[in-house]
């Protein structure tokens, strides 16, 4: 099999490297590996030192579980560029390449979806709505989820039921949380709301209807912030924009305090639900995504290049997924 070759960045031969992965990068189609390997081995260590303050026997786990991910790839090379067909992810929550890996698939499935969605329910039209608090001791996000948010959220829909009637049709939703300062951060969740034609006449809400009606759910003494905003179903992407992150890349690895503490306080928290129409189509997200595309993994994937499989292998000193040699 012939391996198209960027020529414009030797930089592994310069250097004394096997070719980088990417150094593909016309040809390759996936994420970015060798980065979010970088970052992983990162979170690793902070979550190392996580363990060394806490004890936390979990702490322990994830970071151990974390180093040891995606030692290796198998890529095949199908001529629209490479796909994974193997490697051994670790699936801890907190380890950047399994997050991106998961949002990457889910994205791709729910491109796949929507267009059933569509065909099958062309009159929905779609709505963004976020919902925040205020920021909140890392310490104590558990509580929050649990104590504040769940029973908000359920006063929020009912009130918003109400409001909507049948308008209201199905709804998407993600958790995602900033990071603010070393001790706080900010939760808060991302909607899709599938609502029909009628809402934007007879049931339209304005701005600030909305956020009262999150304030009166909160049960709060302050104006919380919000965005609501319609989105067209002909931006698929923009739709699937909900699928972000549950938290950022660069707060992975801004403090091992930090860091420690949000994974021991999100643990067993649900990242994604679905109700309503939407549920049928997506309820999938509320459960781990197979991370390989199609389940064709029964190759013989020797070693380096074999029957059109490509093995890179992390080498920690360039950084890099180099190709096996
Ligand atoms: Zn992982």
């Known amino acids: 099999m012939k391996i198209s070759f960027n020529p414009d960045f030797p930089g592994s031969s310069f250097l004394g490297y096997s070719p980088f992965l990417s150094e593909f990068s016309d040809k390759y189609s996936d ?81 796949q979806i929507w267009p059933l969605l569509t065909s099958e329910h062309p009159h929905l039209r779609y709505l963004f709505l976020t919902l925040t608090i205020k920021n909140v001791p890392v310490v104590n ?39 603010s300062s070393k001790r706080y951060c900010h939760p808060h969740y991302h909607y899709l709301l599938a609502v029909s034609p009628e809402y934007f006449d007879e049931f339209y809400l304005r701005f600030e209807e909305w956020r009262s009606l999150w304030q009166q759910s909160l049960r709060s003494d302050y104006k919380p912030l919000i965005n609501i905003q319609a989105v067209s179903s002909d931006d698929e992407k923009g739709l699937l924009e909900v699928l ?52 064709d993994i029964n190759d013989n994937h020797a070693y380096g290049i074999s029957n059109n499989l490509i093995r890179f292998d992390f080498n920690q000193s360039a950084k890099q997924y180099c190709i096996f040699s």
Request: proline share 3%.
């Open 244 to 295: 972000k992150y549950e938290l950022k890349p660069s707060d992975f690895k801004k403090d091992y305090r930090w860091l420690s503490e949000f994974g021991l306080q999100v643990s067993g928290t649900k990242i994604y639900s679905t109700g309503g129409i939407l549920r049928k189509y997506f309820q999938f997200l509320e459960h781990d995504p197979d991370m390989i595309h199609e389940a």
């Open 141 to 179: 996000l558990k509580n929050v989820i649990v104590r504040l948010l769940r029973p908000s959220i359920k006063r929020f829909f009912r009130l918003l039921s109400y409001r909507l009637g049948d308008t209201f049709q199905g709804r998407i939703r993600k958790f995602e949380c900033t990071y």
């Open 31 to 111: 994420i970015r590996f060798s980065s979010l390997k970088s970052d992983s081995l990162k979170v690793a260590e902070l979550l190392q030192l996580g363990y060394q303050q806490f004890s936390h026997p979990r702490l322990k786990n994830w970071s151990d579980r974390i180093y040891r991910c995606s030692p290796s790839l198998w890529f095949r090379d199908n001529n629209s560029g490479f796909k994974l067909r193997e490697s051994a992810f670790c699936k801890v929550r907190l380890c950047p390449i399994c997050s991106a890996r998961k949002s990457a698939m889910w994205k791709a499935k729910c491109l």
